[in-house]
């Protein structure tokens, strides 16, 4: 086992390996039980089949706002009488700031895109797109924070 500025690297695996037997023990929260063939619970870790919302960029959100439910949110943000001009506002915050993202798996951002829809501030097809443009399917590892898990490294945990 090798070195790390005076670390073990075993000491450094460690975790993962506590992390995965835990999970191993515990099963996948969607398809269940483990198999005790380390090859087919590697494939069955690393499958690609958890649905996350990755937040979206302001520049993404920009871009997207561009092709044309920009103006429509800016008409909602300056009219006194629109009952969603906050949302509006904060909308246009979320697009205009850099720093800032739309994260769809926080229920305020959620609702801010729905009170935007209700008010046909947006089309239901634009809350959509936001969807889908935010949409990621990731695996069982990349959920638990490991990168890929390999037979080897089950092996390890199960020992």
């Not at 087919?40 to 870790?45: H, T």
């Amino acid at each position: 086992m090798g070195h790390l500025y005076g670390v073990s690297l075993f000491l450094l695996e460690k975790p993962m390996e506590d992390i995965l037997m835990a999970e191993l023990l515990a099963g996948h929260p969607l398809t269940g039980d483990y198999s005790d063939d380390p090859a087919i619970a590697c494939e069955q870790i690393n499958a690609k089949n958890i649905s996350k919302y990755e937040p979206i960029s302001s520049a993404s959100l920009i871009a997207w706002a561009a092709t044309g439910p920009r103006v429509s949110i800016m008409d909602a943000a300056d009219d006194l009488n629109s009952p969603v001009r906050a949302a509006a506002i904060a909308a246009l915050d979320l697009i205009a700031h850099s720093s800032a993202y739309l994260d769809l798996n926080l229920a305020g951002h959620v609702a801010l895109l729905g009170a935007l829809e209700n008010a046909g501030v947006l089309e239901q097809d634009e809350t959509a797109e936001l969807f889908e443009m935010s949409h990621k399917e990731i695996s069982r590892a990349e959920d638990l924070g490991l990168s890929r898990v390999r037979p080897g490294t089950i092996e390890r945990a199960m020992l």
